[in-house]
């Protein structure tokens, strides 16, 4: 039988050509063939909502973005927009199984989007827009280090639940991890590969971190219910449902502030605003050890002490960059002013705090700062942070 079926095929395919029907073969649909490329209309309308999303939820990161190079502006925008969304996670998941599926989710994103294949998702295709521009800028020389994007989802997912940070220099890895890291790949997109600047970046970074979980306070501890799609702060840290502390425990011990009292009381809780002012204090130290760093390589040709993180991840150099003379390490510096114009806002904010007696709880430190455009435009003049 299986002869004369064979045979009964040939003869059928032969008769169909005799008639002029073509005969029908499987063949690779042309929608599952290739995926349809991004034009120029989704990167334009990409660029669009990652704006609007710093505006609203990452308002001094909007302000700043004219003092970064124009080619590397998409990097910028994307980086900070997928930090925005990020630390949204857990405002828009209900369990943390929800909350990791979605953090891995932004993993695969950032590799297909770094490939050059995103989804049809904004971040995502700015992100390979700016990996792009940053491929063809560098004549293929630089790309990003999706390690990095790694490090700043991971470290965001440990703190999914809220898990107190054990003492301040929990604290500052997570600001590290986060903030830091953010500065780290804005660098890369001018490109620059520099331990100078990656140790200034580092610092600011940590004052960042350290700032963003203090502002976040009355918004972690007092959660309000919110529309899935929303979030209080970019700090990741505020969930809809459950309250927290998100203090280092040994500054709260120390301080001797209980949880309880903060929930019951506000800013009236017996020794807040001295861990308050602990714990700003060292995001204060991180900004003046940055600006003495500027000062001292520009007056003594060094920056004063060792990058701590040098050999950490990604930070590696070649001969070359870490023997690099003064000059090279100002024009280095002067390359990166922009990127490093987040302290300007840090030290505003920091300030404002100061005025209220750092009571977090403060209104005021909830208002938009009016004078940041005019408070980074003489900055970044003058080259002073």
Not at 47 to 74: N, Q, T, W
Request: hydrophobic share 40%; glycine share 6%.
């Amino acid at each position: 039988m299986r002869p004369l079926q064979l045979r009964a095929s040939h003869l059928r395919h032969h008769w169909l050509s005799i008639r002029g029907v073509q005969s029908r073969e499987f063949h690779r649909t042309p929608c599952l063939a290739s995926r349809p490329s991004i034009t120029a209309e989704d990167v334009s309308s990409a660029r669009g909502y990652c704006a609007e999303l710093l505006r609203k939820y990452d308002a001094p990161s909007h302000v700043l973005m004219p003092f970064v190079p124009i080619h590397a502006r998409d990097a910028y925008l994307a980086i900070r927009a997928l930090n925005v969304d990020v630390a949204q996670v857990l405002d828009t998941t209900s369990t943390p199984t929800v909350g990791q599926m979605r953090m891995q989710f932004w993993r695969d994103t950032v590799v297909k989007a770094l490939a050059g294949a995103p989804p049809k998702e904004p971040v995502a295709i700015l992100l390979a827009q700016a990996a792009g521009t940053l491929h063809h800028y560098s004549q293929d020389k630089a790309k990003f280090s999706k390690s990095w994007f790694h490090r700043i989802i991971s470290t965001r997912e440990q703190y999914l639940g809220n898990p107190p940070y054990p003492n301040l220099s929990a604290l500052e890895s997570y600001a590290e991890n986060t903030y830091s890291t953010m500065l780290y790949l804005t660098l890369s997109a001018l490109p620059q590969t520099s331990i100078t600047t990656d140790h200034i970046a580092s610092h600011i970074g940590k004052a960042m971190g350290i700032t963003a979980v203090l502002r976040g306070i009355p918004f972690v501890a007092f959660p309000q219910p919110q529309p899935l799609g929303t979030s209080n702060s970019v700090t990741g840290a505020a969930g809809p449902t459950q309250g927290a502390v998100m203090l280092p425990l040994d500054i709260m011990a120390e301080s001797k502030v209980k949880e309880e009292d903060v929930f019951r009381q506000g800013s009236a809780a017996t020794g807040l605003r001295d861990a308050v002012f602990t714990v700003a204090t060292r995001a204060n130290d991180h900004l003046i050890t940055a600006r003495e760093m500027i000062t001292k390589l520009r007056s003594e040709g060094t920056l004063g002490h060792d990058f701590e993180h040098q050999n950490d991840g990604e930070h590696q150099y070649s001969p070359q960059q870490l023997n690099a003379g003064s000059d090279t390490q100002l024009a280095e510096v002067e390359q990166a002013f922009g990127v490093f114009m987040p302290s300007i806002a840090t030290q505003s904010w920091l300030d404002r705090l100061q005025k209220a007696d750092f009571d977090v709880f403060d209104p005021s430190l909830r208002k938009a700062d009016w004078k940041l455009p005019w408070k980074a435009y003489w900055a970044f003049s003058r080259r002073q942070l």
